[in-house]
């Protein structure tokens, strides 16, 4: 089965601009998370989806950052507008249940670069 | 809040075996996880174990959980060049469906 895929790998944009980023899950996968490791720092968890609706978005740092998941299938996650500090490596991970034992799978990455 | 430390770094000699240690504050964790990033690559789940198990080997790798001390360790045997990495620890969030990680820990493995 095909992994879990971001668009784009990488991405530089000016500060100010807008930028957004894509994960398709695996297939069946109803659970769909995106977390983001800034400046070599832990791993931070931004938000959760069930199927389209958000369960837990409590990560996510303020309102310039919007996920979207229409129809449960992939998911946007729109920076808009960038700042400085948004800069770092995005991941997007899938379950088809509770993580559990499984684990999440995740997607290689889409490494931000405001400047 | 939740809080999982990992040392940063970790050099040692083809062949010798790899300790990295990982240490989490939420003791109500069900699952503990090993994470591997290999350079321009995604996050690859290792291993992982039960909070009920104290000890789970797997070929090379050999994971310990000191559940009283809310420590846990990743072995690796006869370490290997293409072991080199960075090694996430994650613990799944009691009463949460999100993992906490650590700062991760870059093993770096020399002739």
């Known amino acids: 089965e095909a992994g879990v895929t971001q668009f784009p790998s990488h991405s530089v944009i000016e500060k100010g601009q807008t930028v957004t980023l894509r994960c398709d899950p695996i297939s069946g996968h109803d659970n769909l998370y995106w977390y983001r490791r800034v400046m070599g720092k832990e791993i931070k968890f931004l938000l959760h989806?069930?199927?389209?609706?958000?369960?837990?978005e409590s990560g996510m740092p303020n309102n310039r950052f919007l996920a979207e998941r229409t129809g449960g299938t992939y998911s946007t996650l729109k920076v808009q507008p960038a700042e400085l500090e948004d800069s770092g490596v995005y991941f997007c991970?899938?379950?088809?249940?509770?993580?559990?034992?499984?684990?999440?799978?995740f997607g290689s990455g889409t490494r931000l670069t405001v400047v | 809040g939740e809080d999982v430390e990992q040392s940063l770094f970790l050099s040692v000699r083809e062949g010798d075996s790899s300790v990295i240690n990982c240490t989490y504050t939420d003791s109500s964790s069900t699952y503990l996880y090993w994470y591997k990033q290999e350079p321009g690559a995604g996050l690859q789940l290792l291993t992982y174990?039960?909070?009920?198990?104290d000890m789970k080997q797997d070929q090379r790798l050999t994971v310990l959980l000191n559940k009283k001390d809310k420590h846990l360790s990743l072995r690796i045997a006869d370490t290997q060049t293409g072991d080199s990495a960075i090694y996430f620890c994650a613990v799944l969030s009691g009463g949460y469906n999100k993992l906490i990680f650590g700062a991760g820990t870059r093993l770096a493995v020399h002739p």
């Open positions: 174990i039960f909070s009920n198990m």
């Open positions: 991970a899938s379950s088809h249940g509770p993580s559990g034992g499984y684990g999440y799978t």
């Open positions: 989806f069930v199927k389209e609706s958000k369960q837990d």
